[in-house]
């Protein structure tokens, strides 16, 4: 069966720190992968996707990045933390056109 | 893309059906209608999809209109453990950046004991 995991589950981050967060898949191959951010008390926005190894998609313009270094393996990246960028991140995949399924996700405050 | 229409909030009783709608007058005819469910500081967690008929699994059912620009998702008898918020989403069944899930507010379903 197929499982995800994403990790850290919570970290607290100084302004101006780096970040990183990362997402593993087991169980597919080539699966579509996904990070999605919840601001509190907001709905899910999508911030990544990608298709393959080092194919990456950006949907909104934003302080992050991210990577795909391996077929079941997505990182997300940010040289500098904003306060903006707190809120609950979470990791995704899905075989083409199939159904979603998300991590626990990664709860990220910065102060 | 294709937005879906949902009201912010429904409340229900224990034990009894509940019928949570969406409207998406503006769907395609590749679009699947998927509904998930997200608890507090969890993920979102899959409950059903369809495209044009009636869908039913051990989770939930989901009505879909013949017009197929509102849907309907039953829960048979709500608990309390139903208690989240309900994001009715249209993804494009070809995938790529088509099929993505893009998600509204959602409707924050409260159940009473």
Same mark, same amino acid.
């Given at each position: 069966?197929?499982?995800?995991?994403?990790?850290?589950?919570?970290?607290?981050?100084?302004?101006?720190?780096?970040?990183?967060?990362?997402?593993?898949?087991?169980?597919?191959?080539?699966?579509?992968?996904?990070?999605?951010?919840?601001?509190?008390?907001? !709905?899910?926005? /999508?911030?990544?996707? +990608? *298709?393959?190894?080092?194919? $990456?998609?950006?949907?909104?313009?934003?302080? &992050?990045?991210?990577?795909?270094?391996?077929?079941?393996?997505?990182?997300?990246?940010?040289?500098?933390?904003?306060?903006?960028?707190? !809120?609950?991140? /979470?990791?995704?995949? +899905? *075989?083409?056109?199939?159904? $979603?399924?998300?991590?626990?996700?990664?709860? &990220?405050?910065?102060? | 893309?294709?937005?879906?229409?949902?009201?912010?909030?429904?409340?229900?009783?224990?034990?009894?059906?509940?019928?949570?709608?969406?409207?998406?007058?503006?769907?395609?005819?590749?679009?699947?209608?998927?509904?998930?469910?997200?608890?507090?500081?969890?993920?979102?967690?899959?409950?059903?999809?369809?495209?044009?008929?009636?869908?039913?699994?051990?989770?939930?059912?989901?009505?879909?209109?013949?017009?197929?620009?509102?849907?309907?998702?039953?829960?048979?008898?709500?608990?309390?453990?139903?208690?989240?918020?309900?994001?009715?989403?249209?993804?494009?069944?070809?995938?790529?950046?088509?099929?993505?899930?893009?998600?509204?507010?959602?409707?924050?379903?409260?159940?009473?004991?």
């Amino acid at each position: 069966s197929q499982t995800i995991h994403q990790w850290p589950a919570t970290l607290v981050q100084p302004v101006g720190s780096p970040l990183s967060l990362e997402c593993t898949v087991e169980g597919t191959s080539n699966p579509n992968l996904y990070w999605y951010r919840q601001a509190a008390g907001r !709905g899910l926005q /999508l911030l990544f996707y +990608s *298709v393959g190894i080092g194919q $990456i998609s950006s949907e909104v313009p934003q302080n &992050l990045s991210a990577s795909r270094p391996q077929d079941r393996q997505f990182i997300l990246s940010s040289k500098k933390l904003l306060l903006s960028d707190s !809120g609950f991140y /979470l990791c995704a995949w +899905s *075989v083409l056109g199939n159904t $979603i399924y998300f991590g626990e996700g990664s709860w &990220l405050t910065v102060v | 893309d294709a937005k879906t229409t949902q009201p912010n909030s429904m409340e229900s009783n224990e034990e009894e059906p509940v019928h949570l709608p969406c409207n998406h007058s503006t769907i395609s005819g590749t679009d699947y209608i998927h509904w998930y469910r997200q608890l507090p500081s969890q993920g979102p967690e899959y409950v059903i999809h369809g495209l044009t008929s009636n869908v039913n699994n051990r989770m939930a059912s989901l009505a879909i209109a013949e017009d197929r620009k509102s849907s309907t998702l039953i829960l048979h008898r709500a608990t309390l453990r139903d208690a989240a918020v309900y994001y009715c989403i249209l993804r494009d069944s070809y995938g790529g950046s088509q099929g993505n899930l893009i998600f509204g507010k959602g409707t924050k379903l409260s159940v009473k004991p």
